[in-house]
Every structure is written in C-alpha cells, then in structure tokens.
C-alpha cells in the first residue's frame, strides 16, 4: 500500500453536438406536435440539457456522474470543491 492514490478533478465538458444536443432538437420539435408532443417535449429539453454538460474524469477523460467520487477507469480520487491542492 506504498501507491500515492490519484488525485484529480472533474471537468465539465458541454457537448454541442453530442447526444444532449439532439435530445433538445428532439424535444423543441414535439413542442410544437400536438399536446402530447409538448408534455413529452418538456422533460426531453430539461433532459438534453443536463446531459449535455457532462462531466468527466480530468486524468482520463472518462464520463463520470455527480456523486462519484472514484473514477471507475483510472481510480483516481475526485477532489471536492475548490479546496486543496
Ligand atoms: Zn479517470
């Protein structure tokens, strides 16, 4: 147990043509089909947008979620916050 655990950060990595993006195309055009498109299209906007700033592993560029705090790929160890080094 003499290994120094990573340390890094996560980014925030907003995807414009990415899969969030299309998801909002998605749901601005059912906005505009009949009640049900609009109920539909509503979620799907508020969802594209939060998947299109994703956030990922600084060290290895991998997608991570919010709540992680151990990079499942290269283990290194998220910091929080802008505290420490
Ligand atoms: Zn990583």
């Known amino acids: 147990m003499t290994t120094t655990p990573l340390v890094?950060?996560?980014k925030i990595k907003s995807e414009?043509?990415?899969s969030?993006?299309?998801?909002q195309a998605v749901g601005l055009i059912l906005?505009?089909?009949f009640p049900i498109g609009t109920i539909i299209g509503i979620p799907l906007l508020i969802y594209?947008?939060?998947?299109?700033n994703k956030l990922v592993c600084k060290n290895c560029g991998n997608p991570v979620t919010k709540a992680a705090k151990i990079?499942?790929?290269c283990h290194a160890r998220f910091e929080k916050g802008r505290f420490g080094r």
Do not use: D, H, N, Y
């Open 71 to 73: 990079c499942p790929v």
């Open 48 to 52: 594209g947008g939060i998947s299109a």
């Open 20 to 23: 969030g993006c299309l998801i």
């Open 16 to 18: 414009f043509a990415g």
């Open 8 to 10: 890094t950060r996560k």
């Open 31 to 33: 906005l505009f089909v």
